[in-house]
């Protein structure tokens, strides 16, 4: 009787938790907050890995005013299912489960065009319109298509970076930049992001892969995960490099994992006739755009948000082991540490840093 009893005991619709919240640029604090509760539809998350992303630290800075004072940050991470809300039918209290960066509600014309990023009643919302997965709990609304089921032996850290780095590098870098079997891709910025997209083209077997970056770390990191070749360089520099490697050629893809026009200069400087540009990074201010060379240059430019239509397969991967999440974690602290994770995270070269995971 009391085995029956114990579970109902934490009086749901009170209590109280740990997070991680914004109050101004400049100003976040682990705060004790309210405990959230599901409504229809909804489920709530008992964190157990959460990592900070770039975006994070542009919320930080004040680049992201749609972030308000009292948000709980954070949009990656695996928890447990604590509770879920009236008509969730994909998850029940005690799964683990795998958040996605990605709100979907499943049946808006932009989530049955695949296009998720654009949900109209989702998108990228957590950890920026509503709370998010740096605390003890999270609310996830529309449960049942933005969660995804995984084993309960799955390692949680290594999942985590499924949340938003690989399906964005994947998406964003490697689909939209058509990468073939035998093309030359380069990937300017050796980040999280840069490097998730240089482990995920390689499921296309591309002859080289060119690796820029001005941090010898992150460069050496590269070669270990199956970078080619590495430039050490930056702008101009960095673009007579690779003109050289490839003989004055240019590369077939060239993949932008910064968000920054100097970054952006390089791709255009780099990409070969009939070349892809396909831009990962965010991009707070205008870049110059050179069509008095790229007009007769057969180019190719995508953006993207990430729709995360490639978790499942990505899931697929990391779990038989091909696809290896873990090796981009290399700080690990608790969610009360926050503030000494930022820190770390924002310190990156120096902290030689690159997925930082706060654990529950
Ligand atoms: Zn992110
Ligand atoms: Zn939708």
């Keep these: 009787m009391t085995a029956l009893a114990a579970p109902l005991l934490p009086s749901l619709g009170t209590g109280t938790m740990r997070a991680t919240v914004f109050h101004a640029p400049g100003d976040i604090r682990v705060d004790e907050v309210p405990r959230p509760h599901a409504g229809p539809g909804e489920a709530v998350i008992r964190i157990t890995t959460t990592t900070i992303c770039g975006t994070d630290l542009h919320i930080l800075k004040g680049d992201v005013p749609t972030v308000t004072d009292g948000r709980i940050l954070g949009h990656e991470g695996v928890g447990i299912v604590e509770e879920i809300g009236p008509g969730v039918t994909r998850v029940k209290k005690g799964?683990?489960?795998?958040?996605?960066?990605?709100?979907?509600?499943?049946t808006c014309p932009f989530c049955k065009k695949g296009m998720y990023s654009h949900c109209e009643d989702?998108?990228?919302?957590?950890?920026?319109?509503?709370?998010?997965?740096?605390?003890?709990?999270?609310?996830?609304?529309?449960?049942?298509?933005?969660?995804?089921?995984?084993p309960a032996s799955a390692d949680e850290a290594a999942m985590?970076?499924?949340?938003?780095?690989?399906?964005?590098?994947?998406?964003c870098g490697v689909l939209n930049g058509q990468v073939k079997p035998?093309?030359?891709?380069?990937?300017?910025?050796?980040?999280?992001?840069?490097?998730?997209?240089?482990?995920?083209?390689?499921?296309?077997?591309?002859?080289?892969?060119?690796?820029?970056?001005?941090?010898?770390?992150?460069?050496?990191?590269?070669?270990?995960l199956g970078a080619t070749r590495t430039v050490k360089a930056v702008g101009e520099e960095a673009v007579r490099a690779v003109m050289a490697l490839?003989?004055?050629?240019?590369?077939?893809?060239?993949?932008?994992?910064?968000?920054?026009?100097?970054?952006?200069?390089?791709?255009?400087?780099?990409?070969?006739?009939?070349?892809?540009?396909a831009n990962i990074g965010v991009h707070g201010?205008?870049?110059?755009?050179?069509?008095?060379?790229?007009?007769s240059h057969n180019i190719t430019l995508t953006t993207r948000l990430v729709d995360t239509v490639t978790t499942p397969m990505l899931l697929k991967l990391a779990l038989s082991g091909r696809l290896q999440p873990l090796k981009l974690v290399t700080h690990r602290f608790h969610l009360e540490e926050a503030m000494k994770a930022y820190d770390t995270f924002g310190s990156a070269a120096r902290e030689r840093a690159l997925k930082v995971v706060l654990e529950g």
Aim: hydrophobic share 45%.
């Design 285 to 295: 201010k205008s870049v110059e755009l050179h069509l008095e060379k790229l007009w």
């Design 160 to 171: 985590a970076m499924l949340s938003d780095i690989f399906p964005t590098g994947f998406e």
């Design 122 to 150: 989702g998108g990228w919302i957590l950890g920026h319109l509503i709370d998010g997965t740096q605390a003890e709990y999270v609310r996830i609304p529309h449960a049942d298509t933005s969660l995804y089921a995984l």
């Design 95 to 106: 799964d683990k489960v795998l958040i996605s960066c990605i709100t979907s509600c499943g």
């Design 182 to 224: 035998g093309d030359t891709v380069a990937i300017v910025g050796a980040g999280p992001i840069g490097l998730a997209a240089l482990l995920t083209a390689q499921f296309y077997s591309p002859s080289e892969i060119v690796m820029i970056d001005p941090d010898e770390n992150r460069l050496k990191v590269a070669q270990s």
């Design 246 to 277: 490839t003989h004055g050629a240019g590369v077939d893809v060239a993949i932008e994992a910064v968000g920054v026009p100097a970054t952006f200069d390089v791709c255009q400087g780099i990409v070969g006739p009939g070349g892809r540009i």
